[in-house]
């Protein structure tokens, strides 16, 4: 069984930045991909950016260049490191492990709230 704790989630003005984590139990981490997710008021949950296990990253278009995700596998913890927030990116963020054996197995953090001040 995986459990998955976020944190780093709080209040920032327009520009500012915030760095989130999570910190993941069990012992398949390292051998998983680890995604960031949010879903804000009304809408429906989209992938913000993911990080496999050998460091290949993908990030949604209206983040790139401002979101970088990273990894350290010693302290199964993946990162968001989030900079030049608008308020568009308020949203509640959820942390996602995807590991495949026969198939797909997916876990959820319990997620954070990011609100960005205009």
């Known amino acids: 069984q995986v459990q998955l704790v976020e944190s780093g989630g709080g209040l920032v003005e327009a520009g500012g930045s915030l760095r989130l984590s999570c910190v993941a139990s069990?012992?398949?981490?390292?051998?998983?991909?680890m995604g960031w997710y949010r879903q804000a008021p009304g809408k429906e949950r989209e992938l913000v950016a993911a990080?496999?296990?050998?460091?290949?990253?993908n990030y949604a278009d209206s983040v790139k260049g401002r979101f970088t995700i990273s990894r350290d596998n010693p302290k199964k913890t993946v990162y968001l490191q989030m900079n030049s927030l608008k308020f568009e990116d308020t949203a509640i963020y959820y942390c996602?492990?995807?590991?495949?054996?026969?198939?797909?197995?997916?876990?959820w953090g319990q997620g954070t709230q990011v609100t960005v001040s205009s």
């Open positions: 996602n492990l995807d590991f495949m054996a026969l198939r797909s197995i997916n876990y």
């Open positions: 069990g012992s398949i981490f390292s051998r998983s991909t």
């Open positions: 990080i496999t296990s050998g460091g290949e990253t």
